[in-house]
DNA sequence: GAGCACTGC
């Protein structure tokens, strides 16, 4: 019955090529799952270090991974990049916490001379490196008007190699800039930093995020995410309160993070021309710009190359060592292998948590349907299976769950996304199980039959699966069940092509809603559309919220869409509950006047409730409240661009839809379709044919004509974020059709 | 009638 159960678990998961595969149910006390197609190739049974791919595809086992073996003589270990204690920072340290804060800094790889330097162009892999300490590594960047320090986790550069430069006197009069990818980095690291300079947080050291600004006329490192770099691009070209610009995790390539790299080269080099011309000594100095990028391991010699005359340098890091194995054949279905090994794990291995690598909720949910049903047939004997779930459309109160200490006699068996590879650390984690897959959002260009991006599940990245093992290895030794072969690691790409590669695809529409005109320069329209932190088919829409008067209803729904969490949120176990309480706020013209419904129906409950009154109530109608507070943060910044721009936001049109949905309809003039005969909708501007989401509140609704935030490719082509737009003003768009042609 | 990785202003 059991089997079946499975069975059927298994059945209504894709793709159909592994339906129909059972699995046999253990006759015995003992769960033995070691089968012909289980056996497990382990590499480097003493190794001491992680298998590391090498450029040529011969793997290596690296000794001085492995920083606590080498001896940290019995120091805790201090995990000084994303985790770092936010608490901490927030006053200033007592003299002996001081003392201690110190102690750790000087214990650090970076600060112990663990740094190798080579000439660039050079494997970073070369055996040839020399070790150098702090003085030297400050040498180098006195010589060097960029660096590109590659290191592992934990070794300490992005805490350190700020404070050596400012403690140094190289960063002369200016400030250090360390920009991240993410705000919790910045703000971590901040406070961080601050403590260990024996400070506040805003005074010498302090951060700057969306939202969230802690710095004065005192400070001289900060933190700050790529985005707000960027910012303050827009008023100060040159950076010129900068001396030192470093460039953070700069291996993940982000849109961000590219562009910035790309503009540091022409100010640098602007800088450094106006620095020749003028002054002498430290005039000269404070003209010129000091370039830093820290990047992983792979990738650094693209940064070198793109900066000629720059020098890369390797610092260790501070991992334990992890134990990789392969699988001795492929895997059809993961979900199956990821169960079967996590049961041999837990039969065979001692204590210690697993975490399991999957590519969505979907396998996360049919595995954790099935290690539940057949750890309730262990024998009493055995250590009890605790399943946490984590990924990002979860309640994130399910998801902090995770953080919980595990129970006595409990094993945690976790089973996430790629939100547990680089975002969050989770303590107690000892093995880790990796399925070698993950989505990617992806722009299918129009001459391959798309035009629209796709979310498809697809083989991790060498980098990827690296960083996935070194999860095993935060608090102490551990090991990596990889369910692929050591051949389909060998083939895997290098790293994750650059975002700026496949995402792209906005000069047209930029020119469709009038921000680019003919010869690709911006309009007016434009240079008011990109005043709003947005994206700019949602500024259209608040600037054209101005003729139709409703720019205060169309502002609550942006500020809604715009926020980094999604309002609703999902429980398949309760999924007719969470139907039910929809039902509410459903509008009849489509999902962008439910959501404004929401807000409202928010607000009302804010103004008789208190805040665990809010909460409770956020909680019964499935409602993500995090996602509300921050929608509400947005749009008030959105107030206050729009008065810069001298835009009336306080402008209602009552309980009117049809204004809200044109003013949408005009940045999503590409996102609008009209029904066909059969049931799916054509789109105005494209050739693709697309179904209306069963998430949205107008599917099977048979709106004649509607307009949509997006289209996704899963299994069909979807829109997603639908309402219903009049006919008329689809024949208005008749003038753009011709402009696209 | 299906299911959605991760960020940022």
Same mark, same amino acid.
């Given at each position: 019955?059991?089997?079946?159960?499975?069975r059927?678990?298994?059945?209504?998961?894709?793709?159909?090529?592994?339906?129909?595969?059972?699995? +046999?149910?253990?006759?015995?006390?003992?769960?033995?799952?070691?089968?012909?197609?289980?056996k497990?190739?382990?590499?480097?049974?003493?190794?001491? %270090?992680?298998?590391?791919?090498?450029?040529?595809?011969?793997?290596?086992?690296?000794?001085?991974?492995?920083?606590?073996?080498?001896?940290?003589?019995?120091?805790?270990?201090?995990?000084?990049? /994303?985790? *770092?204690?936010?608490?901490?920072?927030?006053?200033?340290? $007592?003299?002996?916490?001081?003392?201690?804060?110190?102690e750790?800094?000087?214990?650090?790889?970076?600060?112990?001379?663990e740094?190798?330097?080579?000439?660039?162009?050079?494997?970073?892999? /070369?055996?040839s490196?020399? $070790?150098?300490?702090?003085?030297?590594?400050?040498?180098?960047?006195?010589?060097? /008007?960029?660096?590109?320090l590659?290191?592992?986790?934990?070794?300490? +550069?992005?805490?350190?190699?700020?404070?050596?430069?400012?403690?140094s006197?190289?960063?002369g009069?200016?400030?250090?800039?360390?920009?991240?990818?993410?705000?919790?980095?910045?703000?971590?690291? @901040? *406070?961080?930093? @601050?403590?260990?300079?024996? %400070?506040?947080?805003?005074?010498?050291?302090?951060?700057?995020?969306?939202f969230?600004?802690?710095?004065s $006329?005192?400070t001289?490192? =900060?933190?700050?995410?790529?985005?707000?770099?960027?910012?303050?691009?827009?008023?100060?070209?040159?950076l010129?309160?900068?001396s030192?610009?470093?460039?953070?995790?700069?291996?993940?390539?982000s849109?961000?993070?590219?562009?910035?790299? @790309?503009?540091?080269?022409?100010?640098?080099?602007?800088?450094?021309?106006?620095?020749q011309?003028?002054?002498?000594?430290?005039?000269?100095?404070?003209?010129?710009?000091?370039?830093?990028?820290?990047?992983?391991?792979?990738?650094?010699?693209?940064?070198?190359?793109?900066?000629?005359g720059?020098?890369?340098?390797?610092?260790?890091?501070?991992q334990?060592?992890?134990?990789i194995?392969?699988?001795?054949?492929?895997?059809?279905?993961?979900?199956?292998? *990821?169960?079967?090994?996590?049961?041999?794990?837990?039969?065979?291995?001692?204590?210690?948590?697993?975490?399991?690598?999957?590519?969505?909720?979907?396998?996360?949910?049919?595995?954790?349907?099935?290690?539940?049903?057949?750890?309730?047939?262990?024998p009493?004997?055995?250590?009890?299976v605790?399943?946490?779930?984590?990924?990002?459309?979860?309640?994130?109160?399910?998801?902090? =769950?995770?953080?919980?200490?595990?129970?006595?006699?409990?094993r945690?068996?976790?089973?996430?996304?790629?939100?547990?590879?680089? !975002?969050?650390?989770?303590?107690?984690?000892?093995?880790?199980?990796?399925?070698?897959?993950?989505k990617?959002?992806r722009?299918l260009?129009?001459?391959?039959?798309?035009?629209?991006?796709?979310?498809?599940?697809?083989?991790?990245? =060498?980098?990827?699966?690296?960083?996935? *093992?070194?999860?095993?290895?935060?608090?102490?030794?551990?090991?990596?069940?990889?369910?692929?072969?050591?051949?389909?690691?060998?083939?895997?790409?290098?790293?994750?092509?650059?975002?700026?590669?496949?995402?792209?695809?906005?000069?047209?529409t930029?020119?469709?809603?009038?921000?680019?005109?003919?010869?690709?320069e911006?309009?007016?329209?434009?240079?008011?559309?990109?005043?709003f932190?947005?994206?700019?088919?949602?500024?259209?829409?608040?600037?054209?919220?101005?003729?139709?008067?409703?720019?205060?209803? &169309?502002?609550?729904?942006?500020?809604?869409?715009?926020?980094?969490?999604?309002?609703?949120?999902?429980?398949?176990?309760?999924?007719?509950?969470?139907?039910?309480?929809?039902?509410?706020? +459903?509008?009849?013209?489509?999902?962008?006047?439910?959501?404004?419904?929401? &807000?409202?129906?928010?607000?009302?409950?804010?103004?008789?409730?208190?805040?665990?009154?809010?909460?409770?109530?956020?909680?019964?109608?499935?409602?993500?409240?995090?996602?509300?507070?921050?929608?509400?943060?947005?749009?008030?910044?959105?107030?206050?661009?729009?008065?810069?721009? %001298?835009?009336?936001?306080? &402008?209602?049109?009552?309980?009117?839809?049809?204004?809200?949905?044109?003013s949408?309809?005009? %940045?999503?003039?590409?996102?609008?379709?009209?029904l066909q005969?059969?049931?799916?909708?054509?789109?105005?501007?494209?050739? !693709?044919?697309?179904?209306?989401?069963?998430?949205?509140?107008?599917?099977?609704? =048979?709106a004649?004509?509607?307009?949509?935030?997006?289209?996704?490719?899963?299994?069909?082509?979807?829109?997603?974020?639908?309402?219903?737009?009049?006919?008329?003003?689809?024949?208005?768009l008749?003038?753009?059709?011709?402009?696209?042609?």
């Open positions: 019955m059991c089997a079946k159960t499975l059927s678990v298994h059945e209504h998961r894709k793709p159909a090529s592994l339906r129909g595969r059972s699995f +046999k149910r253990p006759t015995t006390g003992r769960f033995d799952i070691n089968g012909d197609e289980r497990f190739k382990k590499k480097h049974s003493k190794a001491n %270090g992680i298998v590391s791919p090498m450029p040529n595809g011969k793997p290596t086992t690296s000794k001085k991974v492995n920083g606590m073996v080498n001896g940290v003589n019995g120091h805790a270990v201090v995990h000084m990049e /994303d985790e *770092a204690d936010t608490s901490s920072g927030r006053g200033v340290a $007592t003299s002996s916490k001081y003392a201690a804060i110190q750790q800094r000087a214990n650090l790889p970076i600060a112990r001379g740094t190798h330097s080579t000439i660039p162009a050079i494997s970073i892999h /070369d055996p490196f020399a $070790t150098i300490g702090k003085e030297a590594l400050l040498n180098e960047f006195r010589e060097h /008007d960029v660096t590109v590659l290191g592992e986790t934990g070794s300490g +550069k992005t805490t350190q190699v700020p404070q050596y430069l400012l403690e006197g190289l960063a009069e200016g400030m250090i800039a360390v920009t991240q990818p993410r705000r919790v980095a910045a703000t971590s690291l @901040a *406070a961080r930093v @601050a403590a260990e300079q024996n %400070g506040r947080v805003g005074s010498v050291v302090g951060y700057s995020v969306r969230d600004e802690r710095s $006329t005192d001289r490192i =900060k933190y700050l995410t790529d985005g707000m770099i960027f910012r303050e691009l827009l008023s100060d070209p040159l010129s309160k900068y030192v610009v470093i460039v953070d995790e700069a291996h993940e390539r849109l961000r993070t590219d562009l910035l790299i @790309a503009n540091l080269k022409t100010i640098q080099q602007k800088r450094n021309d106006a620095s011309g003028k002054g002498k000594g430290k005039e000269k100095e404070k003209e010129r710009l000091k370039i830093i990028i820290m990047s992983a391991t792979l990738d650094a010699e693209k940064f070198a190359k793109f900066f000629p720059s020098k890369i340098i390797y610092v260790q890091g501070r334990h060592p992890v134990t194995y392969h699988s001795a054949q492929g895997q059809l279905d993961y979900v199956d292998s *990821a169960m079967r090994t996590f049961f041999q794990i837990h039969v065979d291995q001692p204590p210690g948590d697993v975490l399991i690598f999957l590519p969505g909720q979907e396998d996360i949910e049919s595995l954790d349907n099935s290690i539940r049903l057949y750890a309730n047939q262990l009493p004997n055995q250590q009890e605790l399943i946490c779930t984590m990924y990002a459309s979860q309640a994130p109160g399910q998801n902090a =769950k995770v953080f919980n200490a595990t129970p006595p006699n409990t945690k068996c976790i089973l996430a996304t790629n939100i547990a590879e680089t !975002s969050i650390t989770i303590p107690g984690v000892k093995y880790v199980i990796d399925t070698g897959k993950c990617e959002k722009y260009a129009k001459n391959t039959g798309g035009g629209f991006d796709t979310l498809m599940t697809r083989d991790i990245t =060498k980098s990827s699966a690296m960083q996935r *093992a070194g999860r095993a290895g935060r608090e102490g030794p551990g090991f990596c069940f990889r369910l692929y072969t050591e051949e389909s690691f060998k083939s895997m790409a290098l790293s994750a092509e650059p975002e700026i590669m496949r995402s792209i695809s906005a000069l047209k930029l020119f469709l809603i009038g921000g680019l005109d003919q010869s690709g911006i309009t007016q329209l434009g240079r008011e559309m990109a005043a932190p947005l994206e700019p088919v949602y500024s259209r829409a608040v600037l054209a919220s101005k003729e139709y008067g409703c720019t205060n209803e &169309v502002l609550t729904i942006i500020a809604v869409l715009s926020a980094s969490s999604k309002v609703f949120v999902d429980s398949s176990e309760q999924r007719d509950a969470v139907a039910e309480a929809r039902k509410k706020f +459903k509008h009849g013209s489509g999902d962008h006047l439910t959501v404004l419904n929401v &807000v409202r129906a928010y607000k009302d409950v804010a103004l008789s409730e208190n805040k665990s009154g809010r909460r409770e109530w956020c909680r019964k109608h499935f409602l993500n409240e995090r996602a509300l507070l921050e929608a509400n943060d947005i749009r008030e910044q959105l107030q206050q661009t729009c008065e810069r721009l %001298g835009i009336d936001w306080k &402008v209602s049109c009552g309980d009117g839809d049809e204004p809200v949905i044109q949408f309809g005009q %940045g999503l003039a590409m996102n609008t379709a009209f005969p059969d049931g799916t909708y054509k789109q105005t501007m494209g050739q !693709s044919t697309v179904k209306i989401h069963p998430s949205s509140t107008l599917c099977d609704k =048979k004649p004509t509607i307009v949509y935030d997006e289209v996704v490719y899963t299994n069909q082509i979807y829109a997603r974020g639908v309402s219903i737009i009049s006919k008329s003003f689809l024949a208005g008749g003038a753009l059709k011709v402009r696209q042609a």
